[in-house]
């Protein structure tokens, strides 16, 4: 096919001619033409097929696009089809690209996070995912270990262009301060943040899934408990002369006796003891689970011990006035539940450090003596202490799941706690068979 058959005096021509009402079409050959229009100006289009379909590329104007520019742009365009690409498609990506530059630049000088970026990403995804998926307070540490840990090496860069080595050195910053579970944690919510950048179209892979063996195991800790008959005997002895706040040794006596989660203890409200069938209901809102078992999951019901309903009852003239909400206030706010070091603080007080007792342990110590010391069936007292079950047919059986069996049980932890603590020889029972 003749190519560069167009000189600029026969385009003058034709320009001349077409603003005399003549319009007309000059090819220049290889689909190179240029359309005369009746104002005197010029359109250079490239016609080309690429697909099996005829397509046409607009090259701009004459004179502000000379015939050498016009040629060379005509050029270039064949260069891409024939390396398998439409010159149309790719227009329209650096089109894009350009903006996304423009916007990324106005962000950066407004002090926010350019578009495309792995901060902007992440923030996104927390926003319409991460929040809606997990507790206020979970989203608000992932956010936090976000901005600390990772936006400031990677926040910036495009999340497409993040490849696996960049992100473990991110990592590897975290693991050098000896923060190992604080590491696998970011390395999770970076996982997420890729999911969400391959489904919205801003990445195409997820390099978190690439190191998970590259971060040193995170240790395996329990919470510090006494599972010792003995030693048992010893703590309940000094809960019981604790000589501290008469709340504090109320909060002591009941951690031992109600097998709560620290968090569930403290919040325990007035409304939520019914003193005449000696229960304690706590709203599924505020139990250990997942944000949509919070919202849809039912009660927990604590079955109360008559040792139980006394320190209860002896709180009332105490916390429970009129109008009063939290069993367990401040001593400086009685609309706010007491701290959650409040109960640790109490063992540190009276010589238990944090390797020997602990607020959580006392689930340990009951979980471990009643299955030990009192025969009780395994999931009576995993149900009691509100153990997650894996399936929602599971959780929707185990509303009710063992209650007089749970009922019996509280009530006999009691009477043994009451035992140990006089120094009385417990005898341990064999276990009952399933």
Known sequence: MAANLLTDKTIRAALKKAAAG???????????TLIA??????????????????????????PAVSL????????????????????????????RQRAARKAAEKAIADGEAAPGSFEHVALEWWAAVH???VSEGHAERTLIRLRNDV?????????????????????RKIEA???????????????????YGIAAGHCTRNPAADLRDALKPVPT??????????????????????????????????????????GELRQMEWAWIDFDSATLTIPGELMKRKKADKVNGVAHIVPLAPQAVAVLRELVPLTGGEGARYVFPTQYNVQRPMSENTVNLALRRMGYDRKTMTAHGFRAMARTMIAERLGIA?????????????????????????????????????????????????????????
């Open 131 to 133: 929040t809606a998926k």
């Open 221 to 262: 800790r329990h919470h510090a408990a006494i599972i010792d008959p003995k030693k048992g005997g010893e703590l309940l002895r000094d809960l019981m002369a604790y000589n501290g706040h008469p709340v504090t040794r109320a909060a002591l006596a009941l951690s031992a006796m109600l097998l709560l989660r620290p």
């Open 151 to 171: 936006f400031p090496w990677v926040g910036s860069r495009p999340i497409a262009e993040i490849e696996a080595p960049e992100l473990l050195a991110v990592l």
């Open 68 to 95: 050498a520019d016009a040629r060379a742009r005509r050029d270039d365009a064949r260069k891409l089809i024939v390396a398998g690409t439409d010159p149309s498609a790719q227009r329209k990506e650096d089109k």
């Open 378 to 434: 395994p999931e009576v007292i995993e149900a009691q202490l509100a153990h997650a079950v894996g399936d929602a047919l599971g959780r929707a059986y185990n509303r009710t799941q063992y209650l007089e069996q749970r009922r019996d049980m509280m009530t006999k932890w009691a009477d043994y706690l009451d035992r140990l603590r006089k120094g009385a020889d417990v005898l341990l029972l064999p276990v009952r068979a399933a």
């Open 22 to 32: 003549d319009a007309t079409t000059l090819s220049d050959g290889e689909g190179l």
């Open 177 to 195: 301060r000896g923060a190992i579970e604080t590491a696998h944690r970011a390395k999770d919510a970076c996982g997420q943040v890729f999911r």
């Open 37 to 62: 229009r009746p104002d005197g100006g010029g359109w250079w289009r490239m016609r080309y097929w690429f697909g099996g379909r005829e397509n046409r590329l607009s090259l701009g104007t004459y």
